[in-house]
T-cell receptor, first 113, second 111 residues
């Protein structure tokens, strides 16, 4: 089954404790992206990657890091989480030619206390 | 630069009534336009996309959207609402690198 898999689904952590949210897709997509969803703000793009070893900032990249060492994986790293990063995070992938639809994971709900 | 405005963060319609969710976009180049739906505790799913082949686009579950360049709009409609349509709907405009989402419209269906 074609899918984007995120782990974990729920995560509660404390300020400053480094964490990684994993994302993997099995559709051989070149493009992958991370979004955060907050009430009243919709989805905002954090980082995206057009291919292996190619990453770029989205609209809200501060406090986040990503890497793309393999085509299927695109982890999101929070080196020093803060309470304002409490949010619902989505990973998504698609093939490159537009208008290709994004395929979304089921989300990771992160709470930073 | 591109942006999307969804008018109405909450819309309620009676079962069987017309659904109309509004989306206006801003884009400096011919846009790629999408509607996505999000059910509770799930990721977003594609409803339909505008490919420039036709201005009236049909999607899944009986939804359709009409691209109107003169009005910079891409409103989503469904002739007859069903209880299962209750969800949050997002309009998005994008290019090859970025997809910008609207703030979403939560659709409630009244029995």
């Amino acid at each position: 089954e074609a899918q984007v898999t995120q782990n974990p689904r729920y995560l509660i952590t404390v300020t400053g404790k480094k964490l990684t949210v994993t994302c993997s897709q099995n559709m051989n997509h070149e493009y992958m992206s991370w979004y955060r969803q907050d009430p009243g703000l919709g989805l905002r793009q954090i980082y995206y990657s057009m291919n292996v070893e190619v990453t770029d900032k989205g609209d809200v990249p501060e406090g986040y890091k990503v890497s793309r060492k393999e085509k299927r994986n695109f982890p999101l790293i929070l080196e020093s989480p803060s309470p304002n990063q409490t949010s619902l995070y989505f990973c998504a992938s698609r093939s490159i030619p537009q208008p290709s639809p994004l395929h979304f994971g089921n989300g990771t709900r992160l709470t930073v206390t | 630069a591109q942006s999307v405005t969804q008018l109405g963060s909450h819309v309620s319609v009676s079962e069987g009534a017309l659904v109309l969710l509004r989306c206006n976009y801003s884009s400096s180049v011919p846009p790629y336009l999408f509607w996505y739906v999000q059910y509770p505790n799930q990721g977003l799913q594609l409803l339909l996309k505008y490919t420039s082949a036709a201005t009236l686009v049909k999607g899944i579950n009986g939804f359709e959207a009409e691209f109107k360049k003169s009005e910079t709009s891409f409103h989503l409609t469904k002739p007859s609402a069903h209880m299962s349509d209750a969800a949050e709907y997002f309009c998005a405009v994008g290019g090859n690198e970025k997809l910008t989402f609207g703030t979403g419209t939560r659709l409630t269906i009244i029995p």
